[in-house]
């Protein structure tokens, strides 16, 4: 019945048994990313787990297998700079976050609501370009932007104000990580604007809401997942930064990530238990985020 | 909604946007500075530093390793992203939505996380830092992109493709090569590219996984942390933002000119779906 050289007959009762027996072929799928990710990436985060719990030895810079949670007492102990600057990297990126919302959320709705097509999808590709080019070479144009001689204070002189020596503070932070940060939390809000039917507008109107009540009542809840999405983006990757305290940040702007950096090499232990705080971190802000809708929006 | 409502918010965009664009044209600007100096404004133009640029063999070599590491992980993950996406999308079985988040999780868990992971990982493991070191990193967080694309496209194909194709006595090859590259083609180029740009721009994950060696941002931010030649990096930024806009402007051209996505929503949510990863 089956025609054709002896390759091909082959191919075809291959192709009869996986139709046949689907779990055969979802598992040949399956198997090389799975395996890829379980024993790499998860096999790398219990690594992390486990070396937190472990010391180096202050003399031959060995690492100790004993089970201890002295790196956990060092992070949460006062007299130390680790809970200082845990709670400082929290701060930043809640700022950062409360700041690009109120950036992107005008934006997200012009876009949305009132602009035409074709400005749309202008606006669209001008926002989506910066997302994708450098994050490194866009925190050094800050970088040369803020310094003593550079556009801002050249800028600022142009309309009659003073310099303003912003390089190298926690501000400056702030203002380099929104300015990063800021199309990631315009795109997840401007899909859930968009998703809005204009015939619930219409039934607010006729219900005799004005437009500040439409706002609140209607258009603010519905775009709340695609701003709480948006945040998960723009804190998390304040959290996990640590460019940008380097390249734009003074001598107390130390956050999370550099403390990471600064002993991933000589003290894995120290730095495998300041890492579980932006997991940790992060795992409750997914759960709250879920329960808002956000994984909807994103 | 007032009419000085929409002039304000219309004017709110202008400056966000400007936000947005104006250190990106400066520092491009930047690349054609003829002098040594980095202040503003710039008085006297030159395109010197560019051959300065392309004659520095560390820049040269640094290239040469991006580009190597982005080609592989971008097949690496060209071919895992597809088998997992095809595996999610045609079937059901126990710990499906599993799959999407332990794929998406390099993505989601900031970068210093997936770093330290892996290089404690490797450490563990005995495993030396080599451009292999630095594949896998980059491996991690690329599969996802081709994943969301692929399974994205194929939740929008019909099986009844692939079974009319049996029936008419094609085998997994041909049904591949006449029925499901066609249909593919156009989110695994998009898919790619994205992954391509993602790599190519890396620098977190990269410091804890390359060692000594230097891809294209390590040799940059390695320069800017200690302020040397400047003027090179700056012509190096300038290339930087090029090769990674385009990538992104040639994805969002394939998955719109592909009319699998023609009502805007559609093309929308797409684009959001690319645009859902960080590029850290």
Redesign the interface.
């Known amino acids: 019945m089956q025609a054709g050289p002896p390759g091909r007959r082959a191919r075809l009762r291959l192709s009869g048994l996986l139709w046949r027996r689907p779990w055969l072929k979802a598992l040949a799928l399956l198997t090389p990313p799975l395996a890829a990710f379980l024993i790499i990436y998860i096999g790398s985060l219990a690594v992390v787990f486990i070396s937190s719990f472990w010391s180096v030895n202050a003399f031959t810079s060995e690492i100790e297998h004993t089970w201890s949670l002295a790196n956990y007492r060092l992070i949460f102990d006062t007299s130390q700079p680790y809970l200082h600057i845990a709670l400082r990297t929290l701060g930043i990126a809640a700022a950062v976050t409360v700041t690009d919302a109120v950036l992107a959320f005008p934006l997200a709705f012009f876009m949305a609501r009132l602009a035409g097509r074709r400005t749309r999808a202008i606006l669209f590709v001008m926002v989506l370009l910066p997302l994708w080019s450098s994050y490194l070479v866009r925190i050094y144009a800050w970088q040369t932007m803020l310094a003593h001689n550079g556009a801002i204070n050249w800028w600022l002189n142009k309309l009659g104000l003073p310099d303003q020596n912003l390089a190298y503070t926690n501000a400056a932070m702030w203002l380099v990580f929104s300015y990063v940060w800021l199309p990631f939390m315009v795109l997840p809000v401007y899909a859930a604007l968009e998703r809005i039917p204009d015939s619930y507008l219409e039934a607010s109107a006729d219900l005799g809401a004005r437009g500040a009540r439409t706002f609140r009542s209607v258009i603010l809840p519905l775009a709340l997942p695609g701003l709480v999405a948006g945040s998960i983006f723009t804190f998390a990757l304040t959290l996990g930064d640590y460019i940008t305290p380097v390249l734009v940040g003074g001598p107390n702007s130390q956050m999370i990530g550099n403390v990471v950096y600064d002993n991933f090499a000589t003290n894995v232990p120290l730095a495998a238990a300041f890492t579980l705080i932006p997991i940790l971190t992060m795992g409750v802000y997914l759960v709250i985020a879920r329960r808002l809708g956000a994984f909807e929006a994103l | 909604?007032?009419r000085g409502?929409?002039i304000s918010?219309?004017i709110?965009?202008g400056l966000?946007?400007a936000?947005?664009?104006v250190?990106?044209i400066?520092?491009a600007l930047?690349a054609f500075n003829g002098s040594t100096?980095?202040?503003?404004?710039i008085t006297s133009w030159s395109l010197h530093w560019f051959s300065v640029a392309w004659h520095n063999p560390d820049a040269r070599s640094a290239l040469e390793l991006s580009l190597k590491v982005g080609a592989i992980t971008t097949a690496i993950a060209l071919?895992?992203?597809t088998?997992?996406a095809?595996?999610v999308a045609?079937?059901r079985?126990f710990g499906r939505d599993a799959?999407s988040f332990?794929?998406v999780?390099?993505l989601?868990?900031?970068?210093?996380?997936?770093?330290?992971?892996?290089?404690?990982?490797f450490?563990?493991a005995g495993i030396s830092v080599s451009m292999w070191t630095i594949v896998?990193g980059h491996?991690?967080f690329c599969?996802v992109v081709v994943y969301n694309n692929v399974v994205a496209r194929l939740r929008r194909t019909s099986a009844s493709l692939i079974e009319a194709s049996?029936d008419l006595?094609a085998?997994?090859?041909q049904?591949f090569r006449f029925v499901l590259w066609p249909v593919l083609s156009t989110a695994l180029v998009a898919g790619g590219l994205l992954a391509f740009?993602l790599s190519f721009?890396e620098?977190?994950v990269t410091?804890?996984t390359a060692g000594l060696q230097e891809t294209l941002?390590l040799f940059?931010?390695n320069n800017?942390?200690q302020g040397q030649e400047l003027p090179v990096?700056n012509v190096l930024?300038f290339f930087?933002?090029v090769i990674?806009?385009i990538p992104?402007?040639l994805a969002?051209r394939v998955i719109r000119d592909t009319g699998v996505s023609r009502r805007?929503?559609a093309q929308?949510?797409e684009?959001?779906e690319?645009?859902?990863i960080?590029?850290?």
């Open positions: 909604m007032t409502t929409r918010l219309a709110w965009s966000v946007i936000f947005l664009w250190p990106i400066v520092i930047y100096l980095q202040s503003w404004p071919v895992l992203g088998m997992a095809a595996a045609r079937y079985f799959v332990l794929l999780l390099p989601a868990l900031p970068g210093i996380i997936t770093g330290m992971a892996l290089n404690s990982f450490v563990f896998i491996a991690t599969v049996q006595g085998d997994g090859w049904t740009a721009d620098v977190i410091t804890f941002p940059i931010l800017i942390r990096i930024a930087v933002i990674t806009v992104v402007a969002q805007g929503a929308v949510t684009g959001v690319a645009a859902e960080p590029a850290v």
